[in-house]
C-alpha cells in the first residue's frame, strides 16, 4: 500500500476524510505516530496496529463510531455537527515523555486552538513549531478553525509524482495527481485525453439545431443552461464571428504571481462548444465539440467568480451607490432585494467600486482630479501657492448656488474650522451664512495648511472679492480663534465682529465647573446668561453687579474674576446683547449654525481618512440639498397663511409676502406688547427692530401712526424707533435721556447736568443766551433747575432752542430739533468731531404743540438746517463738524424749501 492510500484510510476511518461529495469539507489533520520509514504495507495492518497500540496507552479503550451520513453512493460525508469519537485513543501532538489525550466532547468540549502549533511524526508542520496539539471535536462550545494559520502539506512541495486510487463501495474509480514544484510533468498531450467512462456524464443537452440571432444571446441561452444544471460556461476565445465555449474548470492555469500565494480552480475539463455565424441566413448556430466534464455538477455558484458577473447595468448602479459613499453592503442588499436569485459576494461589488474608481483616477493626480471636478461643476475656486516650493498651501471654493444664496443674504456670516476630514489632516474651514425663512447655508470652503493670519485673511479676501459690487457682512460671528479675528477686522474692517456665546460658555466649563454642585451650575449658568442678555447698558451694569455679589456671596471670588478678567471686561461688546443688538445680526449669538453643518458634514463622511476630491463631493450634495429646501421654503412662504397669523388684522397686508419665520416673530412680538409694555408698563427695548430690522413692540403699538401726520415725511424711511415718554413737565428730559441711551427714569440726572453746563462754561453761555444782559441766561438756569416730586410746573419745561446747545455741548452728540413748523440742528460749540469714532445723535419731536418724543434716526437721513446761532458762537476747533455733514444738510434744504431760513425762536413745553 502507498503513502498516501494509508493517509486516506487512517482519515477515513476517523472520519475526518478528504474527498469528493457536494458539500466535501477539507482537511490535512493525521492522526497517529508513524514516520515514512515505519508505514505498514496494508490496511489492515494499519487499523491493527493502530488500535493496539492505542489500547496499550488507554485504561479504557473506545468503541469505534463513525460520524456522518450516508450519500447515494454510500459514501461518508464528514458531519461537524455530531462529534466523533476517536477509536483510535491517540494523543494528538507530543505531550512529552507521556501521552496527554485531550479528546472532550458535548456541551463543554474544549476549544481547538491553531494557534498553538502542532508537532508530528509524519512532519506535517500546521503553523510553527510548538509543544502541544488540542483536539476537541462537537458541542455547543466546539473549536473553531482558524484559516489564517498557514499549514505545510507533503502534495505540492518538492514531492514527487504520486498516484492515489481510492475505491468507494459503488463509485468508480478516480485518478489524482499531485505534482511538487520539483516534480517531473506530465505530458501535455495527455492532459486533454479523457478516458469517456470515468468523465462525468453530461447531463445538459445543448440543441444543435437551435438558431439564435446574435452572438450575445446564443451566449447567454448557453451561460443559462449551463448555471441551470451546476455548470459555469465561459468564453474560451474569440474572433469576430465564431466563438469557442468552454468550462470554467477548463485549461490549465499558468501563474506568474511572484508574491502573493494564488490557486486555480482549473483542472483540465474538456468539454467545448462553438457558436458559429451563418452568413447566408444571418442567425447564429451552436455545435457541440465535446459534450462531456471531469468533474460533478457545481452544488454553490457563489463560489465561482464567473457566475457572480454583474451586468454593464448591475455595474453602472453600482458605480452610481459608490459615488453616494454607500457601503459595499447596503448596495449588495440592493441588488439582491429585487433579484433573489443574483449570486453576487460583497467582495465583487468591491471590485468593481474599486476598478471604477481606478478608471477615473488613470493619469491624474490628487490635485487635477480636484480642480477637474471644480470646472465640471462650475466651481469659483482660487489655490494658494507657495512661492518657494511651488506647492499647494491653501484652496478656496464656493459653489454656484453658494454664491446666488449669499448675493441675497449678505448680512451675517459664521465662521469656523473643523477638523480630522481628510487624509492631510488639513483645517477645513466652512463659511455659513442664514436666510429669512431661517435656515443656514454653505457660503464657502475652504482648506489651509495652517491656522494662521495670513491663511484665514487669505481666504477671507477670496471671500470679500466675491462680492465687490454687493453689500458686504454687517456681521461675522466666530470663536475666539485670535488668528481667525484678526483676519476678520483686516479683510471686513466695517463689519461687526461677535463672539460666539456657546464657545464662551464652554470655556467657563472648562475652567470654573469644579467651584460647582449640578444645581449650583445650573443657577450660575442662568445668571450668566441673564447678564449676556441684557438689552442695554444700565441693565448690564445692573446684572453684573448683581452677577458678582451672588458669586462672592458664595465664596466664589475667583470665579468672578476669570469670566470678569477673561471675558467680560476684553470682550462683553461682542457678545453682550446691549452691544450686539445694535446692528442687525438675526438673532445670531453662537456659530452653533457652522458647529451643525459640521456635524451633518461629518455623520455623511465614511471616513475622517478621505481624498480632499471626495470631500469636495460631499459638499456639493450638501450645497444641492440646501438649495433645494431653501427653495421649497420660499414657494411655502408665499403660498401657505398659517391659521395663526389668519385672523391678525396687523397682518393682513404682509401675509404672502413675508416669510412665515418672520411673522412669526411679529407674532411673539405683539404677545410681549400686550404683556410687558401695555399691562406691567415695560419699556420696550427695540431688539427685535435693531437685531432684525422687524418691528418691534413699541412701533406695534402705532407710535409711528400716532404721531405720523407731525414727523416730516422725508424722515420716515430713516425712522428706527419713535419713542414716547410720560407727559409730566418733564417730557423733554425724558425725551433727552431715552435718546442718550440712559432710560427716561433718569430725566433728574439730566437735570443736573444741564446746570453743571450752565455754571461750567457760564461765560460762554451769558454770550450765546443774554448777549444784552437782560437776565435771559439766570432765566434759563433758574427753568432747569426744579428737583420736586411729581408734575414739573410750566416754568420748569424744557425750553429750546437753548436746552438744545446745553445737551450738544455737555455729551458731545448732535441734537436735532424736529418741527412742522421748521426743524434745525445743533453742533457742539466748543469741541471737535475728530477722534469720535460712532457719532451719536439725539432727535427731539415737537408734538401737540407742548410734548416732546423721541425720534431715533438711522443711516444717511438729511440732516436739519443748521442753527444760525451755531454759526454765530462755535469756535475754531468746532467748525469741522459742518464740513462733515454739509452734503447731508443741502440734501435736507433741497428737500425741505420752507425750512432753510430758521429763526431762533423760543418756544417751550412740558
Same mark, same amino acid.
Given at each position: 500500500?502507498?503513502?498516501?492510500?494509508?493517509?486516506?484510510?487512517?482519515?477515513r476511518w476517523s472520519s475526518f476524510v478528504i474527498y469528493e461529495t457536494k458539500k466535501g469539507f477539507a482537511s490535512f489533520y493525521i492522526f497517529g505516530e508513524y514516520s515514512n520509514t515505519s508505514v505498514p504495507d496494508s490496511y489492515e495492518t494499519v487499523v491493527s496496529n493502530t488500535w493496539n497500540q492505542a489500547a496499550s496507552n488507554q485504561s479504557q479503550q473506545e468503541d469505534e463510531v463513525v460520524s456522518g451520513f450516508q450519500f447515494p453512493d454510500n459514501s461518508v460525508q464528514f458531519d461537524l455537527?455530531?462529534?466523533?469519537?476517536?477509536?483510535?485513543?491517540?494523543?494528538?501532538?507530543?505531550?512529552?515523555?507521556?501521552?496527554?489525550?485531550?479528546?472532550?466532547?458535548?456541551?463543554?468540549?474544549?476549544? &481547538?486552538?491553531?494557534?498553538?502549533?502542532?508537532?508530528?511524526?509524519?512532519?506535517?508542520?500546521?503553523?510553527?513549531?510548538?509543544?502541544?496539539?488540542?483536539?476537541?471535536?462537537?458541542?455547543?462550545?466546539?473549536?473553531?478553525?482558524?484559516?489564517?494559520? %498557514?499549514?505545510?502539506?507533503?502534495?505540492?512541495?518538492?514531492?514527487?509524482?504520486?498516484?492515489?486510487?481510492?475505491?468507494?463501495?459503488?463509485?468508480?474509480?478516480?485518478?489524482?495527481?499531485?505534482?511538487?514544484?520539483?516534480?517531473?510533468?506530465?505530458?501535455?498531450?495527455?492532459?486533454?485525453?479523457?478516458?469517456?467512462?470515468?468523465?462525468?456524464?453530461?447531463?445538459?443537452?445543448?440543441?444543435?439545431?437551435?438558431?439564435?440571432?446574435?452572438?450575445?444571446?446564443?451566449?447567454?441561452?448557453?451561460?443559462?443552461?449551463?448555471?441551470?444544471?451546476?455548470?459555469?460556461?465561459?468564453?474560451?476565445?474569440?474572433?469576430?464571428? %465564431?466563438?469557442?465555449? #468552454?468550462?470554467?474548470?477548463?485549461?490549465?492555469?499558468?501563474?506568474?504571481?511572484?508574491?502573493?500565494?494564488?490557486?486555480?480552480?482549473?483542472?483540465?475539463?474538456?468539454? @467545448?462548444?462553438?457558436?458559429?455565424?451563418?452568413?447566408?441566413?444571418?442567425?447564429?448556430?451552436?455545435?457541440?465539440?465535446?459534450?462531456?466534464?471531469?468533474?460533478?455538477?457545481?452544488?454553490?455558484?457563489?463560489?465561482?467568480?464567473?457566475?457572480?458577473?454583474?451586468?454593464?447595468?448591475?455595474?453602472?448602479?453600482?458605480?452610481?451607490?459608490?459615488?453616494?459613499?454607500?457601503?459595499?453592503?447596503?448596495?449588495?442588499?440592493?441588488?439582491?432585494?429585487?433579484?433573489?436569485?443574483?449570486?453576487?459576494?460583497?467582495?465583487?461589488? #468591491?471590485?468593481?467600486?474599486?476598478?471604477?474608481?481606478?478608471?477615473?483616477?488613470?493619469?491624474e493626480s490628487p490635485m487635477e482630479q480636484m480642480e477637474n471636478y471644480f470646472k465640471g461643476k462650475d466651481y469659483v475656486y482660487y489655490t494658494n501657492v507657495n512661492n518657494t516650493t511651488k506647492a499647494v498651501e491653501d484652496i478656496f471654493f464656493m459653489h454656484k448656488h453658494s454664491y446666488t444664496m449669499w448675493c441675497a443674504f449678505p448680512h451675517v456670516l459664521l465662521i469656523d474650522a473643523t477638523y480630522q476630514t481628510n487624509i492631510y489632516g488639513l483645517p477645513f474651514v466652512q463659511v455659513v451664512?442664514?436666510?429669512?425663512?431661517?435656515?443656514?447655508?454653505?457660503?464657502?470652503?475652504? &482648506?489651509?495648511?495652517?491656522?494662521?493670519?495670513?491663511?484665514?485673511?487669505?481666504?477671507?479676501?477670496?471671500?470679500?472679492?466675491?462680492?465687490?459690487?454687493?453689500?458686504?457682512?454687517?456681521?461675522?460671528?466666530?470663536?475666539?480663534?485670535?488668528?481667525?479675528?484678526?483676519?476678520?477686522?483686516?479683510?471686513?474692517?466695517?463689519?461687526?465682529?461677535?463672539?460666539?456665546?456657546?464657545?464662551?460658555?464652554?470655556?467657563?466649563?472648562?475652567?470654573?465647573?469644579?467651584?460647582?454642585?449640578?444645581?449650583?451650575?445650573?443657577?450660575?449658568?442662568?445668571?450668566?446668561?441673564?447678564?449676556?442678555?441684557?438689552?442695554?447698558?444700565?441693565?448690564?451694569?445692573?446684572?453684573?453687579?448683581?452677577?458678582?455679589?451672588?458669586?462672592? @456671596?458664595?465664596?466664589?471670588?475667583?470665579? &468672578?474674576?476669570?469670566?470678569?478678567?477673561?471675558?467680560?471686561?476684553?470682550?462683553? #461688546?461682542?457678545?453682550?446683547?446691549?452691544?450686539?443688538?445694535?446692528?442687525?445680526?438675526?438673532?445670531?449669538?453662537?456659530?452653533?449654525?457652522?458647529?451643525?453643518?459640521?456635524?451633518?458634514?461629518?455623520?455623511?463622511?465614511?471616513?475622517?481618512?478621505?481624498?480632499?476630491?471626495?470631500?469636495?463631493?460631499?459638499?456639493?450634495?450638501?450645497?444641492?440639498?440646501?438649495?433645494?429646501?431653501?427653495?421649497?421654503?420660499?414657494?411655502?412662504?408665499?403660498?401657505?397663511?398659517?391659521?395663526?397669523?389668519?385672523?391678525?388684522?396687523?397682518?393682513?397686508?404682509?401675509?404672502?409676502?413675508?416669510?412665515?419665520?418672520?411673522?412669526?416673530?411679529?407674532?411673539?412680538?405683539?404677545?410681549?406688547?400686550?404683556?410687558?409694555?401695555?399691562?406691567?408698563?415695560?419699556?420696550?427695548?427695540?431688539?427685535?427692530?435693531?437685531?432684525?430690522?422687524?418691528p418691534c413692540a413699541c412701533r406695534l403699538e402705532g407710535l409711528i401712526m400716532r404721531y405720523a401726520a407731525q414727523i416730516p415725511r422725508l424722515f420716515y424711511p430713516y425712522i428706527s424707533k419713535i419713542k414716547d415718554v410720560k407727559p409730566d413737565g418733564h417730557c423733554g428730559f425724558r425725551a433727552t435721556a431715552a435718546g442718550l441711551g440712559i432710560g427716561q427714569e433718569d430725566f433728574l440726572f439730566i437735570r443736573n447736568q444741564l446746570l453743571l453746563e450752565l455754571r461750567m462754561n457760564g461765560n460762554?453761555?451769558?454770550?450765546?443766551?443774554?448777549?444784552?444782559?437782560?437776565?435771559?441766561?439766570?432765566?434759563?438756569?433758574?427753568?432747569?433747575?426744579?428737583?420736586?416730586?411729581?408734575?414739573?410746573?410750566?416754568?420748569?419745561?424744557?425750553?429750546?432752542? @437753548?436746552?438744545?446747545?446745553?445737551?450738544? #455741548?455737555?455729551?458731545?452728540?448732535?441734537?436735532?430739533?424736529?418741527?412742522?413748523?421748521?426743524?434745525?440742528?445743533?453742533? %457742539?460749540?466748543?469741541?471737535?468731531?475728530?477722534?469720535? @469714532?460712532?457719532?451719536?445723535?439725539?432727535?427731539?419731536?415737537?408734538?401737540?404743540?407742548?410734548?416732546?418724543?423721541?425720534?431715533?434716526?438711522?443711516?444717511?437721513?438729511?440732516?436739519?438746517?443748521?442753527? %444760525?446761532?451755531?454759526?454765530?458762537?462755535?469756535?475754531?476747533?468746532?467748525?469741522?463738524?459742518?464740513?462733515?455733514?454739509?452734503?447731508?444738510?443741502?440734501?435736507?434744504?433741497?428737500?425741505?424749501?420752507?425750512?432753510?431760513?430758521?429763526?431762533?425762536?423760543?418756544?417751550?413745553?412740558?
Open positions: 500500500m502507498h503513502l498516501d492510500e494509508w493517509i486516506y484510510a487512517m482519515l455537527n455530531i462529534p466523533p469519537n476517536d477509536s483510535y485513543g491517540y494523543v494528538y501532538g507530543d505531550g512529552g515523555e507521556q501521552f496527554v489525550q485531550q479528546n472532550n466532547y458535548g456541551v463543554n468540549a474544549g476549544k &481547538f486552538d491553531l494557534n498553538n502549533p502542532v508537532d508530528n511524526s509524519y512532519d506535517y508542520v500546521f503553523g510553527d513549531c510548538g509543544d502541544q496539539q488540542q483536539n476537541n471535536y462537537g458541542g455547543d462550545n466546539a473549536g473553531q478553525f482558524d484559516l489564517n494559520i %498557514p499549514f505545510e502539506y507533503p502534495y505540492g512541495y518538492n514531492a514527487g509524482q504520486q498516484q492515489n486510487n481510492y475505491a468507494g463501495d459503488n463509485a468508480g474509480q478516480q485518478q489524482n495527481n499531485y505534482a511538487g514544484d520539483n516534480a517531473d510533468q506530465k505530458d501535455e498531450d495527455d492532459a486533454d485525453e479523457i478516458d469517456p467512462e470515468d468523465s462525468y456524464p453530461i447531463i445538459v443537452s445543448f440543441e444543435a439545431d437551435m438558431v439564435f440571432q446574435s452572438r450575445q444571446e446564443l451566449v447567454n441561452w448557453v451561460q443559462n443552461r449551463g448555471i441551470e444544471h451546476g455548470y459555469v460556461i465561459t468564453t474560451k476565445r474569440s474572433k469576430e464571428k %465564431p466563438i469557442w465555449l #468552454q468550462c470554467s474548470l477548463g485549461g490549465q492555469y499558468k501563474s506568474v504571481a511572484t508574491v502573493r500565494k494564488t490557486g486555480s480552480k482549473k483542472i483540465g475539463c474538456p468539454f @467545448e462548444l462553438k457558436g458559429s455565424f451563418v452568413s447566408n441566413n444571418s442567425y447564429w448556430k451552436l455545435e457541440v465539440k465535446n459534450p462531456m466534464h471531469n468533474h460533478s455538477p457545481i452544488e454553490n455558484l457563489e463560489g465561482h467568480a464567473y457566475a457572480r458577473r454583474l451586468s454593464v447595468e448591475e455595474k453602472r448602479l453600482v458605480g452610481e451607490l459608490a459615488e453616494l459613499d454607500i457601503p459595499a453592503r447596503n448596495i449588495w442588499a440592493a441588488l439582491t432585494k429585487n433579484n433573489p436569485e443574483k449570486k453576487v459576494i460583497k467582495k465583487d461589488i #468591491q471590485n468593481v467600486v474599486q476598478k471604477i474608481n481606478k478608471e477615473n483616477k488613470v493619469g451664512g442664514m436666510t429669512s425663512t431661517n435656515q443656514s447655508f454653505a457660503v464657502a470652503h475652504a &482648506f489651509i495648511s495652517n491656522e494662521k493670519t495670513e491663511n484665514y485673511a487669505w481666504v477671507l479676501r477670496r471671500l470679500s472679492d466675491m462680492l465687490e459690487k454687493n453689500m458686504q457682512p454687517r456681521v461675522i460671528v466666530t470663536d475666539r480663534e485670535l488668528a481667525l479675528m484678526s483676519a476678520c477686522k483686516q479683510i471686513f474692517p466695517n463689519a461687526h465682529r461677535y463672539l460666539c456665546r456657546f464657545h464662551i460658555q464652554q470655556n467657563i466649563l472648562r475652567n470654573c465647573k469644579k467651584h460647582f454642585l449640578d444645581g449650583e451650575w445650573k443657577e450660575f449658568i442662568r445668571f450668566f446668561s441673564l447678564l449676556c442678555e441684557s438689552t442695554t447698558e444700565p441693565i448690564y451694569e445692573y446684572n453684573l453687579t448683581n452677577f458678582e455679589a451672588h458669586l462672592k @456671596e458664595s465664596g466664589r471670588g475667583e470665579v &468672578f474674576e476669570y469670566v470678569h478678567d477673561n471675558w467680560l471686561k476684553p470682550y462683553r #461688546q461682542k457678545f453682550v446683547s446691549a452691544w450686539t443688538n445694535r446692528t442687525i445680526n438675526f438673532h445670531q449669538t453662537t456659530t452653533n449654525r457652522v458647529e451643525g453643518m459640521h456635524a451633518l458634514f461629518k455623520k455623511d463622511l465614511p471616513s475622517h481618512r478621505n481624498s480632499l476630491v471626495k470631500l469636495v463631493k460631499f459638499v456639493d450634495r450638501m450645497v444641492n440639498r440646501q438649495y433645494t429646501e431653501i427653495k421649497r421654503a420660499f414657494e411655502i412662504s408665499i403660498r401657505k397663511v398659517m391659521n395663526h397669523h389668519r385672523n391678525v388684522p396687523m397682518f393682513a397686508g404682509v401675509l404672502r409676502k413675508m416669510s412665515i419665520y418672520a411673522i412669526d416673530l411679529l407674532s411673539i412680538e405683539l404677545k410681549r406688547k400686550d404683556l410687558k409694555l401695555k399691562k406691567y408698563g415695560s419699556t420696550c427695548g427695540c431688539q427685535l427692530f435693531t437685531s432684525c430690522g422687524l460762554i453761555w451769558r454770550r450765546v443766551f443774554d448777549p444784552e444782559d437782560r437776565g435771559h441766561y439766570d432765566a434759563i438756569y433758574e427753568r432747569i433747575k426744579f428737583f420736586g416730586v411729581g408734575r414739573a410746573p410750566v416754568e420748569h419745561w424744557m425750553q429750546m432752542p @437753548e436746552a438744545g446747545f446745553l445737551i450738544a #455741548q455737555r455729551w458731545g452728540v448732535i441734537v436735532h430739533i424736529i418741527d412742522m413748523a421748521g426743524s434745525a440742528t445743533i453742533f %457742539p460749540l466748543l469741541g471737535s468731531p475728530e477722534g469720535v @469714532e460712532t457719532m451719536l445723535a439725539v432727535s427731539l419731536v415737537f408734538v401737540d404743540s407742548s410734548h416732546y418724543i423721541m425720534l431715533k434716526l438711522e443711516g444717511s437721513y438729511p440732516m436739519p438746517t443748521v442753527n %444760525p446761532l451755531w454759526h454765530s458762537h462755535r469756535t475754531e476747533w468746532a467748525a469741522p463738524w459742518y464740513d462733515l455733514y454739509r452734503d447731508r444738510i443741502i440734501e435736507y434744504e433741497n428737500l425741505r424749501r420752507p425750512d432753510l431760513n430758521i429763526d431762533p425762536h423760543v418756544y417751550y413745553v412740558g
